[in-house]
């Protein structure tokens, strides 16, 4: 594919993006107010699906034995791109939520989806008040039954690696009691990389690994924690890149 093809391609792919988009936020808003968001699920991950073949990416979703779907539990993925969010939207069988930076919130429509959907603020600059709101916030979403989905790395990868985890969301878990699901979303960098308007053509593979339970883990084993869910989330991607 030539690169000229490649440019126009993507700015075709771009325009009907955004339509579909805008089109789609728009209606599932006012729909999830009328009939609420839980009963609305099937049709946002449907929309979901769309955003990701409107731009032109194939999904694979390979699930392991040892992933608990019916667990309450936080999913720590690798960050590549902005489509990240309706990749894994549109291949984890749970009702979930994200941990977004606060400043997200202020976006047009993506922001308004968000803060309507419920995500969990995260302060972009961490302070004592934002911190115990965002752990509040956190701990009732995961009580009524919502999974929530964290970008350890904090911002998205520059060379297609994982980069290296923030603790945040392990202390979280600890603290709270709920288990790990590490992530892994292949191909991603292929597809769409920071600080590029083209869109690839790629399929998308994404692997769901084991459930790790925290439950009996204490705060010295942080580190490890973080460790181990790392290695698990980079492995299939290191092996892609090779």
Request: aromatic letters at 10%.
């Amino acid at each position: 594919m030539s690169h000229t093809w490649l440019v126009v391609r993507s700015a075709i792919l771009w325009t009907i993006c955004w339509i579909y988009f805008v089109f789609a936020v728009l209606s599932v808003l006012i729909i999830g107010m009328l009939i609420g968001q839980r009963r609305i699920d099937p049709v946002v991950r449907l929309v979901s699906r769309g955003i990701v073949f409107l731009a032109g990416a194939r999904l694979r979703v390979h699930r392991a034995e040892g992933f608990a779907s019916e667990r309450t539990c936080f999913f720590v993925a690798n960050h590549v791109n902005v489509f990240d969010p309706f990749v894994l939207y549109s291949s984890i069988p749970q009702f979930i939520r994200g941990l977004e930076l606060e400043s997200h919130f202020s976006m047009p429509v993506y922001g308004w989806l968000m803060k309507r959907f419920g995500n969990v603020p995260v302060p972009d600059v961490r302070t004592a008040s934002g911190l115990k709101r965002t752990y509040r916030l956190a701990r009732e979403a995961l009580e009524n039954g919502t999974s929530l989905v964290v970008f350890a790395e904090a911002s998205r990868t520059l060379d297609g690696y994982v980069r290296k985890f923030e603790s945040g969301v392990f202390r979280m878990a600890l603290n709270l009691g709920y288990p790990i699901v590490p992530v892994s979303v292949v191909h991603a960098f292929k597809w769409k990389r920071k600080g590029s308007r083209l869109l690839r053509p790629a399929t998308v593979v994404v692997h769901i690994h084991a459930t790790i339970e925290t439950k009996g883990l204490g705060r010295e084993d942080l580190h490890a924690l973080r460790n181990q869910v790392h290695e698990i989330v980079s492995k299939p991607i290191a092996e892609s890149l090779v």
